[in-house]
Every structure is written in C-alpha cells, then in structure tokens.
C-alpha cells in the first residue's frame, strides 16, 4: 500500500524558515521523480519544485526560486522541503507527490501518480 506522507509545516514569521518533509512507503522511492506542489485558499494547486531520482536535478517554479530547496534521501526515502525567507504569500496547504521515472522535471499536477494529504504552512505578516 502507497504511503506519501508530508510533516513538518507550521505556523512562522514572515522572513523566517521551516523544513518539510515527506515519507514515502509502498513503492520504490528512487524510481521516481519527486514534487513539491501548494495550495492557498481559493486557489489553483500550483507547482513549487521538484527534484529527480537521483537529486542531481532540482527544478523550482520562479515564485520560489533562491529561496526554497529541495533534496532527498533515498535511503530514508524521504524528500525534504527547506524553505527559507518565508513571505505571507507562501501560506498554503503544501503537498508532496511522486511521479514514476526518470524525468528530469515535472511540473504538471497530471504528471504525479501518488499525492499527500498536505501539511499546512502559514507565514504571519
């Protein structure tokens, strides 16, 4: 059974910094490509990042871009989120995904086969 499972999210300040992580369980973790995607209130689920198998490639959407990382254990099967100089605009419901496959990006949302239930982030103004 497919286990994707996101912690770490909170509540910060504005400028300050949090750490997700996200465990996966039920399939073979370094065959996938893994994403990082939010969601605010009201709108679209969007594309945050994302990191290949082997996390040599990591793609980030420019919204984030010098701010946030991503990296990964494959021994731990478990992919992180560092998220550094946090604005009020980055308060979302942030969700993990997992994509099957050598691709070097993906920043589609029908690209993904396993999804989170999310882990909620709010940055304080």
């Known amino acids: 059974q497919v286990h994707v499972v996101e912690s770490g999210g909170g509540l910060v300040q504005a400028g300050g910094s949090l750490r997700l992580s996200c465990a996966a369980s039920?399939?073979?973790?370094?065959?996938?490509?893994m994403g990082w995607f939010r969601q605010a209130p009201g709108k679209e689920r969007e594309f945050v990042g994302s990191?290949?198998?082997?996390?040599?490639?990591?793609d980030y959407a420019d919204s984030v871009k010098g701010r946030f990382t991503i990296s990964r254990d494959n021994a731990k099967d478990t992919v992180y989120l560092q998220m550094n100089s946090l604005k009020f605009e980055d308060t979302a419901v942030y969700y993990c995904?997992?994509?099957?496959?050598?691709?070097?990006?993906?920043?589609?949302?029908?690209?993904?086969?396993?999804w989170g239930q999310g882990t909620q982030v709010t940055v304080s103004s």
């Open positions: 995904a997992a994509r099957r496959g050598t691709w070097p990006i993906a920043r589609a949302k029908n690209m993904y086969d396993y």
């Open positions: 990191i290949n198998w082997s996390g040599i490639t990591a």
């Open positions: 039920g399939f073979t973790f370094s065959n996938y490509l």
